[in-house]
């Protein structure tokens, strides 16, 4: 048995799709209280508060106390148990949506890392879902607050979690490192960000993650950034009838003519000679189609249309 507060929403009422809460709550457990084994058709974390139980999956077993936590993946079997002596309390949150996994991946979870532990103020964790549980009537205010809450959890959560990246093996922590750089340069290029920007984001020396892309990539952390804003240019000059100057913009360079010198070293082409040579070879493309397409017998490649 638990002593519980719940909210629960309904799926097919979510205006979000990326990522989206389903229910929460906190609970404290009876002596050998337990869930499963079940499988959970969305993502859910538990945080405890107090007391120590078990976490199975895949049969291996965790013992986990206060201020650790594990997450339990859709469509995963699933065991979890108070201890007889220390029964646990703990708060939960259960979500999902299109971009969980990538949102988990930022904070060190993922199918290989299902256990965590918190360092940060426990009672922010709480206060966020005792705020989630005080919006609970469905209207329109209370699902962007509750989206709200779900993000500053997850964002507290990775606040108190920084600490267990040194947990990781060398090569997955490289590689997490890694990751947040791309990503930050992917949400960021416009804003003329530099690599000093890129390096202050994951708390590394500039140096350092100059070795980690050098790893991973092949590539300076320079280098993929200026690659990086050059072909989101070569996409636009084809796609768009924008100026060279709102393309220089939009891709994180304030002077055009730094952008043109970088796309002229990179490509060996202007901006403007690539965007003419890129779309003569699109309207030859059309045209060598057009000349291959099967005619119809006397018409002329045409087809003619004759009403009876």
Known sequence: MEDSYVLHLRQQYQIFTDLYLCYCGYAYCKPLHSYGPAVRPNYLLHYIMSGKGIYQIDGATHTLGKGEGFLIEPNKQTFYQADVQEPWSYLWVGFDGSNVERCLRTIGLDGEHLTFRYTAEEEKLRYLIEEMLRHNVVNAQNELILQALLYAFLAQLSKG????????????????????????????????????????????????????????????????????RLTRAKEELTLTDASVADIARNCGYHDPQVFTKAFKSKF?????????????????????????????????????????
């Open 268 to 308: 060996g082409i202007t901006p403007l000679q690539y965007r003419k040579t890129d779309r003569e070879k699109a309207r030859r493309s059309l045209e060598e189609e057009k000349r291959s397409a099967p005619s119809f017998p006397g018409s002329g490649g045409e087809v003619r249309y004759t009403r009876e």
């Open 161 to 228: 979690m920084d600490a267990r990246i040194s947990a990781l093996n060398q090569s997955d922590r490289e590689n997490l490192y890694v990751h947040k750089a791309l990503e930050f340069i992917r949400n960021n290029y416009i804003d003329g960000i530099t690599v000093n920007d890129v390096a202050r984001y994951v708390a590394l020396h500039r140096s350092y993650l100059f070795a980690l892309f050098q790893k991973v990539l092949h590539i300076s952390p320079q280098e993929y950034l200026t690659l990086f």
